[in-house]
């Protein structure tokens, strides 16, 4: 039994040994995502005094930074998120635009290739949809903002 435990004891060293040798070398090595300095962003969609709910929320950056976007709860509340749901956003300038999302894929008879199907008509005026014609624009603050409110 001692030569059973010394086994495995040189096993576990061996073991150790590579591990502090290989560990090193993989410190900094990601997923080559680069590192976001978000801050939390969020605020409110209304139309005409109205929440509007079901909406895509879309914040296009000026210059070199990335987008973020997030989805109007049924208060009208949306939660901007850059690399993943509602994780925040880049501080800076963007343009904004919302889209009412089409919400179901159908296929159509006599057709075999599914198109979207828009269950419900968008309350906004087309312009809001594209960030060239909206005329939003909206700047996040260094400390993040909850009340990064749309009202249209």
């Known amino acids: 039994m001692t030569n059973y435990k010394a086994g495995?004891?040189?096993?576990?060293?061996?073991?150790?040994?590579?591990?502090?040798?290989?560990?090193?070398?993989?410190?900094?090595?990601g997923t080559g995502e680069e590192k976001l300095d978000l801050v939390p962003a969020s605020g409110v969609l209304t139309y005409k005094g109205k929440p509007l709910s079901g909406y895509?929320?879309?914040?296009?950056?000026?210059?070199?930074?990335?987008?973020?976007?997030g989805t109007t709860d049924?208060?009208?509340k949306f939660v901007l998120g850059t690399a993943g749901d509602a994780n925040g956003a880049l501080v800076g300038k963007f343009n904004v635009y919302i889209v009412l999302p089409a919400e179901d894929l159908e296929v159509e008879s006599g057709r075999e290739e599914p198109s979207?199907?828009?269950q419900r008509k968008?309350?906004?005026?087309?312009?809001?949809?594209?960030?060239?014609?909206?005329?939003?624009?909206?700047?996040?603050?260094?400390?993040?903002?909850d009340k990064l409110d749309i009202t249209l």
């Not at 895509?56 to 976007?69: C, I, Q, S, T």
Request: proline share 9%.
């Open 8 to 29: 495995y004891r040189s096993y576990v060293l061996v073991f150790l040994g590579l591990l502090g040798l290989v560990l090193p070398s993989l410190v900094g090595c």
């Open 56 to 69: 895509n929320v879309f914040f296009k950056p000026e210059g070199d930074l990335r987008p973020a976007n």
């Open 74 to 76: 049924e208060n009208g």
């Open 116 to 118: 979207m199907v828009q």
């Open 122 to 145: 968008s309350a906004l005026p087309r312009k809001f949809e594209s960030p060239a014609s909206s005329g939003i624009i909206i700047e996040i603050p260094a400390g993040g903002s």
